[in-house]
């Protein structure tokens, strides 16, 4: 049986030191004169398209297609700066994830997705920056959908056209740090590990009801034994 292992990226993978919500706030003010336009919006686990969504909303907004398109392509731009700044708060891969990404690569019944609230674009400006992007093949991203428990299917319909045989004996996993991960991988039937290594305690993502929770993902062999059989 072929697992399907979907990461989350912000606080799961990687922490960028406020890359992304500081060029969120740049583009805001800078496409459409709001300033702090975050302050106050709840970002951890959710995707990019219903954050700007919920900024726009606080300043008496509407982001339709066209103020979603206006957006995201300088977005992406001020991100590729930002990134490459010290930014505030850890900037750094999380604990154990380039032992475990080079296990789970070398296997040949393993399929690693992404499943993120970030633009696909995004998406791979943080993960480029720390020379992860290649570890995945494909995902879903926050410029697919607004609704982030929509997102599992959308990557497993990627990872079929990417080459893993259809039906349904496939073990889909999502690794995520918010309950918006869990919530998602109970959507579409998933299991759900979560790693304490975001902005939400161990016994926070306990209470979302995950399958298995890590204060980090450094004791490889035991997140690879509860991948394997569920314990």
Same mark, same amino acid.
């Given at each position: ?58 300043? %008496?907004?509407?982001? &339709?297609? @066209? =103020? ?5 392509? +300088?977005?992406?731009?001020?991100? #590729?700066? /930002? ?55 494909? %995902?879903?991203?926050? &410029?697919? @959908? =607004? ?5 599992? +299917?959308?990557?497993?319909?990627? #990872?079929? /056209? ?70």
């Amino acid at each position: 049986m072929t697992k399907i292992v979907l990461f989350d990226i912000d606080g799961t993978l990687v922490l960028t030191g406020g890359a992304g919500l500081r060029a969120m706030n740049r583009v805001c003010r800078d496409v459409l004169g709001i300033d702090n336009a975050l302050d106050g919006v709840s970002v951890a686990g959710r995707t990019d398209w219903i954050i700007l969504s919920d900024a726009l909303s606080k300043a %008496g907004r509407t982001l &339709d297609a @066209a =103020a979603l398109d206006a957006l995201r392509t +300088p977005y992406v731009r001020l991100l #590729a700066e /930002e990134i490459q700044a010290a930014g505030q708060g850890p900037k750094a891969v999380m604990p154990g994830i380039g032992a475990l990404l080079d296990h789970l690569d070398a296997r040949d019944d393993v399929f690693l997705g992404l499943v993120t609230g970030n633009f696909r674009e995004a998406a791979r400006i943080k993960l480029e920056y720390f020379d992860l992007w290649g570890y995945f093949t494909c %995902g879903a991203f926050g &410029d697919d @959908a =607004a609704d982030r428990n929509a997102l599992v +299917p959308m990557a497993l319909a990627r #990872a079929q /056209e990417h080459g893993l045989p259809g039906g349904a004996n496939h073990d889909v996993i999502v690794v995520g740090d918010t309950p918006h991960d869990i919530a998602c991988a109970r959507a579409a039937g998933a299991r759900a590990i979560a790693v304490a290594t975001g902005t939400f305690s161990a016994d926070a993502l306990r209470a979302c009801g995950a399958d298995a929770v890590f204060d980090d993902l450094s004791d490889t062999g035991r997140v690879l034994q509860i991948f394997h059989d569920g314990r």
